[in-house]
């Protein structure tokens, strides 16, 4: 479980509902286990993802923002069951984000819907 979005206007969490702060999760192909190892492998080789810690169902990474070099933390967590993949994405600093947690993780899935690893 993800910890919540705070009230500040600088995250996106598929476990939350409150509307300024959710995001669809990823739905991995069948079968889950092949695409999990490929989006993990996606993540990898991502130029603005760095992968920090990683089990078997769960990913903890960051980004770095382009121009003021502001990190922000990256999760991903797999419910291996149904092939769902919750994610979140937070600034570390600052109140407002211009909506960039957002954009990196749609990004990120467009890539993933291209690459035929999510639908």
């Known amino acids: 479980m993800f910890k919540p979005c705070p009230p500040s206007p600088n995250c996106v969490n598929s476990q939350q509902t409150e509307a300024k702060c959710f995001i669809e999760p990823l739905q991995l192909v069948e079968p889950y286990a ?9 993540l990898q080789r ?3 993802i760095r992968i920090q810690n990683m089990s078997d169902t769960s990913i903890g990474a960051i980004a770095v923002t382009l121009f003021f070099r502001f990190v ?6 797999l419910d291996q069951e149904r092939g769902k993949v919750d994610m979140r994405s937070a600034s570390r600093l600052g109140y407002y984000d211009l909506g960039k947690n957002r954009k990196r993780l749609e990004n990120l899935r467009s890539e993933l819907l291209a690459l ?3 639908t």
């Open 72 to 77: 922000d933390d990256v999760q991903f967590e």
């Open 46 to 48: 991502h130029s603005e």
């Open 34 to 42: 092949q695409s999990w190892q490929a989006f993990v492998e996606f």
């Open 116 to 118: 035929g690893i999510v």
